[in-house]
Nanobody
Framework: VQLVESGGGLVQAGGSLRLSCAAS????????IGWFRQAPGKEREGVSC????????IYADSVKGRFTVSSDNAKNMVYLQMNNVKPEDTAVYYC????????????????????????WGQGTQVTVSS
């Protein structure tokens, strides 16, 4: 199982960026793919999650209305579209996969915790300038 993030970079506040998460070693099916971020000196924070079977999504309040998570199961890819980015969005962004059915429980109202995921990517840096 491998997850590889890409698409990070430097963007001005108010701009957009699309992160990609390429999955290999398994086929996107009825799993949870989460996006997390970690800024220097801060704890890892859950950003979003998608259930790749039915497309259920959930977002952290800090990104709701600005970020959109999607999946292309045929390509084994998950995306995080980031619009109207802010300097506080600066962080290393990670994608992760959770294989247990419990991760998908109540996904429409609950953002899964980091401990519920099984594999993680190496991260991609996003820097938002003001």
């Amino acid at each position: 199982v491998q997850l590889v993030e890409s698409g990070g970079g430097l963007v001005q506040a108010g701009g957009s960026l699309r992160l990609s998460c390429a999955a290999s070693g398994f086929t996107l099916g009825d799993y949870a793919i989460g996006w997390f971020r970690q800024a220097p000196g801060k704890e890892r924070e859950g950003v979003s999650c998608i259930g790749t079977s039915d497309g259920t999504t959930i977002y952290a309040d800090s990104v709701k209305g600005r970020f959109t998570v999607s999946s292309d199961n045929a390509k084994n890819m998950v995306y995080l579209q980031m619009n109207n980015v802010k300097p506080e969005d600066t962080a290393v962004y990670y994608c992760a996969v959770g294989f247990e059915a419990e991760v998908l429980r109540d996904l429409n109202v609950r953002l899964p915790d980091a401990t519920e995921y099984d594999y993680w990517g190496q991260g991609t840096q996003v820097t938002v300038s003001s």
